[in-house]
């Protein structure tokens, strides 16, 4: 079975601090990977996600992530944080031909103004 | 287009009680999926319906019976609540091509 580690449970940074959040995942094959992000009291939405191509994948509000397949990791970065980015950061791994998604345990981020 | 909606919002439960969760969406979506969010624990699938007629388990199936009513409808069943059920449920339905997971607002269940 895959599996997703987040390896950063909870980030305390100041307004205008870079944030970088840490995930890797366990799977041979080719994957589709996510980042999605939880406001609180909110549902989960979309943050940013790859499937193919450049590695280097751009999401909504300023964020990134970079799929290294070497290191099996899709790390979540944003060079200049709000407090409006103060949420929870789910990272996911879904196979290439599986109907399955597979959620870290997430990382609680709060950013302090 | 409302997405994925989920009724009840809130749902308060004794030891014993059975409800079920209803989840809607009208995206067309093939598959659909219940987890519950416990905190430290992230998202963790409890049933999961990858096509109209069809269900399987997830990772904690136990307590749970899911019905797939039809294309548009995936409810979530708890026959006897126990507090470890206690939780904010999450349904989500998927596209096929993008395989991209579209969430419904969730359900906080109680129970005491």
Redesign the interface.
């Known amino acids: 079975a895959q599996s997703v580690s ?1 390896h950063n ?1 909870h980030v305390i940074l100041s307004e205008a601090a870079s944030l970088e959040l840490g995930c890797n995942y366990s799977y041979g094959g080719t994957v ?1 990977l ?1 980042w ?1 992000v939880q406001y609180p009291g ?5 943050l940013l ?1 790859y ?1 193919s191509g450049d590695p280097l994948v751009k999401g909504i509000k300023g964020f990134e992530a970079e799929f290294i397949k070497s290191k099996f990791s899709f790390n979540l970065r944003k060079p200049s944080v709000q407090w409006s980015d103060t949420a929870e950061y ?1 990272c ?1 791994v ?1 196979s290439y031909t599986g ?3 597979y ?4 990382t609680s981020l709060t950013v302090i103004p | 287009n409302a997405g994925v909606t989920q009724t009840p919002k809130f749902q308060v439960l004794k030891t014993g009680q059975s409800m079920t969760l209803q989840c809607a969406q009208d995206m067309n979506h093939n ?1 659909m ?1 219940w ?1 519950r969010q416990d905190p ?6 409890i049933y ?1 319906s ?1 096509s109209e007629g069809t269900t399987d388990k ?1 990772e904690v199936p136990n307590g749970y019976n899911v019905s797939r009513l039809n294309k548009r409808e995936f409810s979530l069943r708890l026959e006897s609540a126990a507090p470890s059920q206690t939780s904010v449920y ?1 349904c ?1 339905s ?1 596209t096929f091509w ?9 359900t906080r269940l109680t129970v005491l």
């Open positions: 987040q449970h589709n996510f999605y909110q549902h989960l939405q979309l996600k499937f789910f996911a879904n109907n399955q998604f959620f870290g345990t997430g | 598959s999926y987890y430290g624990m992230g998202l963790r699938l999961y990858a997830g999450f989500a998927q993008e395989n991209e997971q579209f969430f419904g607002p969730g």
